[in-house]
């Protein structure tokens, strides 16, 4: 029974990514007739003929001569190779090869942000959860309706302001040395750790309170839960109940939520590296849709999505294989 | 008229509690400088030649000062700034509500393949990485205003769509719903005359809350330079005060401005909704609206984390509010 659960899970996601891969092959195509003409808009001072010898060249650099059923069907061979296709930039770089440039980068601002908003939202929304209806909670929710209304932007500016140029405590533009320079010396380490300080602390301060109020709520419904209750009444100690019952089976929804939301954080954090001029994916994503790169930014999409359905499977897969409890069936 | 005298009811509550009293106060308010922006504007935002009044600070001339380099006064650009946010809110909010109402009725009454289609489409948009989807469409499509608020609108009806299904499930089995088949009642009668009433509540609450959101994501867009390049807001506003050079020079003016507009209308619509929220749905905590905001953000960290436990207190919540609504005893 479990076992025909996640094949059909699989199955499943297996089809969801395929639908997304068919979308992100033809939303570029939205709209013009000759996807060379994305790479290479019509301008004004060049002639009929000479337009259509550069089409024509560029539909045979990009693959774009065959019919769009074939070109469809070449994209999907080239997925299978991990080829994520080719950018449209000058000298005709893979898109993989630009985004693995990039990622380590993105991923120290988003892990970073995650550990630290996972250790500090779960102390805060456990306090919260012990002290119920007092000043302490009281004040998770004050800050949590403060905070949604902030846009992360606007905090990573007053951050760059104040600390930055006011105080000057860190550098509040990333320093384009920091990627080209880059060794594993302490004196390196260091740089990136005070590079990276204003973009992490500018998100942190969101995913914190957003941890703390899942963590909050978790912890409040599972206190409610029976199995709280026949502890209580089998006498057992006050913090083993605290700590082995209700913490453990609180963690559980927030672990396994950590591989979702990473996906949600890259994509969040397209704005912050564009404050900061951090040289991640984000800032990699922007230029490609400045420069109309559409190779470009539908690999980082696709990547993103593929990253969440994996993510979800994988969450789905735990919760059925881990926790007793849940019935096989429609997740919804 | 009955629907009107319940809208009326429930601005009566909204305005007898206390907190309501300020979020409706707020958004009245916000509306009357949207509405009277000219008259209200002391000079013409879009002017740029004021070069004698460059960067001056706040003074009673110009009341948030001017910016550094064109020496537009930033008071008339934020009071043109609120007409943007409001209308591409509220518009989007209003047609979010709209689309979801009924694609979640269908969803939860038609069910079969009607359900499942829907239900797909949902699954797939939660994997795409929001911002970057809504960037790629903006270049595909246009950045034009309306074209701007149909893709906020394209992606931003699922969450409401699942919600509403899961409220449609529990009214179907409803006597009032049984009642009517059995009297020969169409279909389309139905989820119209009985069904899509017992959403109503749920949908006015829903149009505040997702205002809000599309405001932040709106100021998020503007702020990448991705909005409408012809209307001033304040996202826009934010990214000239960070090319200006308002963090260089210290005019914090510059970057407050439109981040307190910001801040005080995405607050007074949250505000308002999670009061007609408290108001409609009494045993639903005020922290789980709160939650549901931080996910319906853009740049929201856990993306589909609690929902499980979310929508199941809600459907226990909601199948009472049905039975009020329609004086009809409604069990699941």
Redesign the interface.
Known sequence: MKYTYVIKRVLYSIFVFAIVITLNFFIPRIGVDDPAERYYPPQGNMSEIEYEIIKQVTRQQYGFHVSTWQQYTNYLKGLFRGDLGTSFRPGSPAVIDLIAARLPWTLVLSVSTMIIGLIVGVLFGVLAAVKRGRWQDTMLLNASTVMVALPAFFIALILSFYLGFEWEIFPAYTDPNMVSNFAWTWESIRRVAQNAALPILSMVVGSVISYAQGTRNAVIAVTNEDFVLTARAKGLKQSTIRYKHILRNSMLPIVTSLGMSISGLIGGQVVIEQVFNWNGMGTLFLEANNSNDYPLMMGIMLLLSGFTIFAILVTDLVYVLLDPRVTVGDRR | MKKLKNIGSLLKRIWGHKQGKVGLVMVSFLILVAVFAPIIAPYDPYDVTQRAAKGLPPSSKHLLGTTINSGQDIFSMLVYGTRVSLLVGVTSGVCIAVVGSILGVMAGYLGGFVDSLI??IV??M????????V???T???GRDFWIIILIFVALGWTGLA?TI??LVLVLKNSNYVKAAELAGASRWHIMIRHILPGTSHLLIMSTALSS?GIM?AE??LS??G?GDPTAISWGKM?AD??SGG???F?A?WW??AP?LG??LA??SF??LG?VMEEIVNPRMK???S??K??RS??????????S????YSQIGAKGLQGGETHEASVKA
Request: aromatic share 14%; net charge negative; hydrophobic share 60%.
């Open positions: 239900m797909r699954d797939i939660l994997v795409i990485p929001t911002l970057p989807l960037i790629v469409l270049n595909v499509l699942r299904r899961s809000a932040v100021a998020g702020f990448l991705l934010l005060a960070q308002a963090l260089l210290g914090w970057i407050f981040g910001i801040f995405v607050f949250m505000r999670i005020q922290t789980s709160v939650y905001l931080f953000l853009d740049s929201s960290y856990i993306e589909d984390v609690f499980s436990m979310d929508e």
